[in-house]
């Protein structure tokens, strides 16, 4: 029962103390508090996150499952940069340069450590050329799956395919030289694009705030992990 | 008839060789197509031209990881360099933990272009803040006490850029570079909850998502893709990466549009030719 009705009086009162200092001024600094409270609780969150991700793994590697191996890599990357962005933010290694004599062994140690802790180069060296890599590589499925699977069955298809084609050209250089591309592409997204997004939008704002609604008169209660 | 059956089975890896082509040979060899500028990256540019120097400043919000960074970095970099040169205070932060680096990287790249201006006068960088909208609806309420320090832990009060900056009405514009509908929560709280005005850069797949905004008036810009931050760096007079793989994108979109027509030429012409059963799925076995 108190498992039920508690949190469900909770998100009721919340939800109407934060639409109501909408429309009455006096109630700002319940908004205010509340902005404060919640960038807290996201922070909290954040390491919540952390010990999940540590403990995910760490049974991964206890258990042996499938592809085990990977969770070395995660649990050392992610060992390695919050050891690298504390050394590098509380400044260890300007610290440590200033104890060493110019063109010592120990000073060449620091300079070697601070070049393989550095949280900014990994990031920029490592972390961003896997990204991106990972993400162009897009570009060559797609061009392989348009040629194997865009065809114009239907009238339905043809009319994307054909508006496909007029956008890709008219975003590029070589097809706005094209006399009207540009001109089209503008239209089809000005219009009939805009047209079709405006409804979706709408769609999902009037959805978003009967779902709000019916969270706030406990009609949905998913978010508790219950059907009913 | 027997090209047009080769074309149907034509092995994936062969359009994957084609694509690298048209992509690296413009890279080799430029062909400098003529940039178009269009209405919507203007009106970016001239909300931020008609700035004075020393205005109020810019918020730049880089809120993309890495995986984006060929398209949005461009552009990040197109808009900071033409705060730089006009003199624009700018504000760089970022909602997403990998952005953090990104936001740093670029700040820095361009602030070393423009030695006369310096950090925490003319620039600052405020770091990564969890919390994305909360973050959003902070700064409306008070900036300061949503970063008390900036991204290299310097407190904002010693920062001279912030000493006037309460909330939104101290910022000029703020310009959010994304690849998520991050720009439609910063219209949603900084521009409708408190007045702020909003532009965006965001990737090709997503500006045409962004275009209703445009029209009501609460977006004042929008760079979209490589063509929007190609077109930001004409109307600066600062070509950089973004113009230079404009070319590249243009073949590897003349590339794929001949390639979907090959491909239905092929399909409809061996239709008659092939198995009843073939007909009705073609090619469905094949992975992309």
């Known amino acids: 029962m108190m498992r039920r009705q508690v949190p469900l009086l909770i998100c009721f009162v919340a939800g109407i103390v ?9 109630l700002t600094w319940i908004y205010q508090q509340a902005l404060e409270w919640a960038r807290i609780i996201s922070a909290i969150a954040l390491f919540i996150g952390l010990i999940s991700l540590v403990r995910v793994h760490t049974m991964k590697l206890k258990r042996k499952a499938p592809n085990y191996r990977y969770s070395y890599v995660t649990l050392f990357a992610l060992c390695y940069m919050i050891i690298a962005g504390f050394l590098t933010k509380y400044g260890v290694f300007v610290k440590l340069h200033a104890g060493c004599d110019p063109g010592s062994a120990g000073e060449w140690i620091v300079t070697a450590l601070e070049k393989a802790l550095n949280f900014q180069e990994i990031f920029l060296n490592v972390q961003i050329p896997i990204q991106a890599t990972m993400f162009s590589l897009l570009a060559f499925y797609i061009a392989s799956a348009a040629f194997r699977a865009f065809k114009a069955r239907t009238f339905e298809a043809t009319l994307l395919l054909i508006a496909a084609m007029i956008v890709m050209l008219g975003r590029v250089p070589l097809g706005q030289m094209i006399p009207g591309v540009k001109e089209i592409t503008v239209w089809i997204l000005d219009v009939p694009n805009t047209a079709a997004k405006r409804g979706i939008m709408i769609g999902v704002g009037l959805g978003m705030a009967s779902t709000s609604l019916k969270i706030m008169l406990g009609i949905e209660r998913t978010y508790l992990g219950m059907k009913d | 008839m027997k090209f047009l059956f080769f074309l149907l089975q034509m092995d994936r890896r062969i359009v994957f060789v084609l694509v690298a082509l048209a992509v690296v040979a413009p890279l080799i060899m430029p062909l400098n197509l003529p940039i178009v500028v269009g209405d919507k990256v203007r009106r970016l540019y001239d909300a931020i031209d008609q700035l004075p120097p020393r205005s109020r400043p810019v918020l730049v919000s880089v809120d993309y990881d890495p995986s984006t960074v060929p398209e949005l970095q461009p552009m990040t970099l197109a808009v900071l360099r033409h705060c730089f040169s006009k003199e624009v205070p700018v504000i760089v932060t970022t909602m997403f933990p990998t952005g953090a680096g990104l936001a740093r990287d670029a700040m820095e790249t361009v602030a070393k272009e423009y030695p006369n201006l310096s950090y925490g006068t003319d620039y600052a960088y405020m770091g990564y803040k969890p919390g994305y909208s909360l973050v959003i609806l902070g700064i409306g309420e008070n900036f300061q006490a949503t970063y008390p320090s900036d991204g290299y832990g310097t407190p ?54 962004a275009y209703p905004y445009l029209n009501s008036g609460q977006l004042e810009g929008l760079l979209g893709g490589l063509s929007g931050a190609a077109e930001y760096e004409k109307l600066i007079g600062a070509p950089g990466t973004a113009t230079i793989g404009m070319d590249a994108q243009s073949i590897a979109h003349i590339l794929i549009i001949v390639l979907i027509i090959l491909g239905n030429v092929a399909y409809f012409a061996t239709r008659r030719h092939r198995e009843p059963a073939q007909t009705a799925t073609p090619q469905q076995g094949g992975s992309a």
């Open chain 1, 18 to 26: 934060m639409l109501s200092q909408n429309f009455i001024p006096p």
């Open chain 2, 156 to 209: 904002s009060s010693k920062l001279p850029i912030l000493k006037n900056v309460k909330n939104y009405d101290d910022i000029a514009i703020m310009v959010d570079f994304t690849a998520s509908a991050a720009y439609e929560v910063w219209i949603m709280f900084a521009h409708q909850k408190y007045g702020c005005k909003v532009g965006a850069g965001v990737t090709a797949v997503m500006a045409s998502d």
